[in-house]
T-cell receptor, first 113, second 108 residues
């Protein structure tokens, strides 16, 4: 049972480049989330999804887009990367509501130069 | 605005030296208070959910407690493998707010 899997684990981008982070979960969870984690700050929610075909903005959505075409996958896109988007990104999922235990992936360390 | 403050930022303990981590929270309509463990280079791993004041939960050397304004993670006789960052999060109706964590180091 893999849980939540993120691809890739590391990436370096140049300013202005685009990329997509992939998250896959095999627990049949309805809710999925993208967070970023920066030194000295708590995990901050970027976007989330409450089910297949739905997405919603979180606390820090600017500069990111998401899609949830299949229940098990949640994609995070950066259209034009900026140095301020250098961070560690975590995908998470939960069964049926926001305020419940979440299962996290291992993270993607992104550096924008 | 929902807010979670954890203290101390870092804690260094000798093996076997018990201590407590603090999580102060303000949230309108608490749906759950969560504790996670995060190892370096890994994602957070769920430990506990507490729902109401007075509730306690235990797992091995860890015990989490909850009051109306704070939660404590008590670590009894810690071992080096307990070294990690411990995250607290408050769950409201439509939002979960994370603290910045307490980095625990247990020295043999």
């Amino acid at each position: 049972n893999a849980g939540v899997t993120q691809t890739p684990k590391f990436r370096v981008l140049k300013t202005g480049q685009s990329m997509t982070l992939l998250c896959a979960q095999d627990m049949n969870h309805e809710y999925m989330y993208w967070y970023r984690q920066d030194p000295g700050m708590g995990l901050r929610l970027i976007h989330y999804s409450v089910g297949e075909g739905t997405t919603a903005k979180g606390e820090v959505p600017d500069g990111y887009n998401v899609s949830r075409l299949k229940k098990q996958n949640f994609l995070l896109g950066l259209e034009s990367a900026a140095p301020s988007q250098t961070s560690v990104y975590f995908c998470a999922s939960s069964q049926n509501r926001i305020s419940t235990e979440a299962f996290f992936g291992q993270g993607t360390r992104l550096t924008v130069v | 605005e929902d807010q979670v403050t954890q203290s101390p930022e870092a804690l260094r303990l000798q093996e076997g030296e018990s201590s407590s981590l603090n999580c102060s929270y303000t949230v309108s309509g608490l749906r759950g208070l969560f504790w996670y463990r995060q190892d370096p280079g890994k994602g957070p791993e769920f430990l506990f959910t507490l729902y109401s004041a007075g509730e306690e939960k235990e797992k091995e050397r860890l015990k989490a407690t909850l009051t109306k304004k704070e939660s404590f993670l008590h670590i009894t006789a810690p071992k080096p493998e307990d070294s990690a960052t411990y995250l607290c999060a408050s769950g409201g109706y439509q939002k979960v707010t994370f603290g910045t964590g307490t980095k625990l180091q247990v020295i043999p």
